[in-house]
Every structure is written in C-alpha cells, then in structure tokens.
C-alpha cells in the first residue's frame, strides 16, 4: 500500500489488525511507524505524533537499538519537512545515537544518526561521524558496507554538516551527488529509504536555486518509476506542489529583473 501510494487503504489494514501486531515485542514499533506514516500522508500530525508516543518512543529509548531509533528519527524527519517543528524530540535521540557512531554497520542506519544530528543542529556529532568514517574506510575492514560508505558517504556526511548549518545550497549539492545512488546501494525497503529522497527533495527546496528545484523535480519524477505509480503520496504531493509555487516565484522575480 506504501509504495503504491494508498495511505487510506494501508490505515485500514493496520488498524483492522492493529490487536495482533500490538503484542509484538521485537517488531510492533516498525509497524507503529507504517500506522503513523499513514496518518503523516493524510496530514493528521498530531495523531502520528501520538502514536511516536506511544509505540516508537518508548522502544527506542528502552532498547537504544538502531531499529527502533531509525524509526523515531526517520517519522520525526518526516513530521518536520512536512512543517511540524519536531527538533526537540530529535534533540533528545542525539545521545542514544552518538553510542552507535563508531559501529558503521550500516550506511542506514549512519544516516539516520547523521539527519537526525543534523536537522537537531548537533553539528559536532557529525563532525565525529566524519572522523569515524574516514577511519573505517582506510582501515581493513570489509564489506558490502564498507563499500557503500567508500562510494557516497563522503558527500552525504558533508551534506548533513552543512545542513546542520542551515547551509541549504551546500547541503543540497552534496546530497544530489550521493542520496539517488544511496538509495540504490544501501539496504533497506523503499518505504524506510524513502526519508532520504524526502530531506534532498527538502534542501533543494529550502535552497531556491533553480537548478536545485529542478533537480528535486526530476528526482520525485524518477521515484514515481522506481515505484511504479502514476500519482505521488500525499506527503511528496505537498512538496510537489512546494517546488511549483517556488519555480513559479523564480520565474516572476526573472521576468521582473528583465
């Protein structure tokens, strides 16, 4: 239902189902974050906040594993490039995600610590992801990992820097030469991975440059293949419509000046 773009129907699997997979104990968080998600796309915030609340939070913070913290900070992202000013949250899973900084098991779940470090304005944590980085890299370990992180980690881990600056411009060429081909080297769903392509199509946004709105608009087209589908979901609809407005603000301010 996700990847096909059906919130509605997916809200009413989950929730006709919702008294078995509730009792879940190692699992039953990521599906509290599919039912939250479902409610993010119809733009009901505070109910999926609630449910961040009720089935995310409390797991993340109990177990301090990656996959429950990939989930609070992957739904806090969201919220947040959807307008609903969530840094604080995010703030408070810096310090449960900077115990996992020297790990690089997984290029997912390291940009997941790196975006949620970022957009939390936690820029000394990336700086020490970088270093981490840089040292996993050079040293002997291998791995499919090990490869994905050598092939786009260097621009996306600056990219977060200068998010994490508010450097939007910066950020946002960084990520267009390291975010469309990290979603296809990195392991993950479509649905999980999806966050990436969100927070590009969101720096690009907040830069304004013309060729960075351009940019997000072919990406979102491209992910409408990759998906198979003929109309977006209603959160990348939003941000659509966004980069619409703001070519068509572009253009105005060009033909003024002309």
Known sequence: FENQSKPHEELAFLEDTMK???????????????????????????TALTLYEV??????????????????????????????????????????????????????????????????????????????????IKSDRSG?????????????????LALSEERYSEASDFLIKSIPEANYLMLGSKAQKSV?????VFCCLKSGLPDHLHFAQHHMQQLLQWNRIDILPPLQQRLWDKIQDAHAHTSHDHNSLS
Request: glycine fraction near 6%; proline fraction near 2%.
């Open 20 to 46: 078995h997979w509730i009792k879940g104990v190692n699992f039953s968080h990521h599906l509290y974050w599919h039912n939250a998600n479902c409610y993010l796309q119809i733009g009901e915030h505070e």
């Open 196 to 200: 990436f392509s969100l927070l590009l």
């Open 144 to 160: 499919w990992n090990k490869f994905v992180t050598s092939t786009v980690g260097d621009f996306f881990f600056q990219g977060m």
């Open 55 to 136: 089935g995310i939070k409390p797991i993340a913070f109990d177990t301090q594993d990656t996959f429950p913290l990939s989930d609070a900070s992957s739904l806090l992202t969201r919220l947040y490039i959807d307008g609903y000013d969530t840094r604080d949250e995010m703030r408070s899973l810096c310090k449960l995600w900077n115990s996992h900084n020297k790990e690089l098991v997984s290029f997912f779940y390291d940009g997941h610590a790196a975006f949620n470090a970022a957009l939390a304005g936690d820029k000394d944590s990336i700086k020490e992801m970088i270093e981490n980085m840089n040292e996993f």
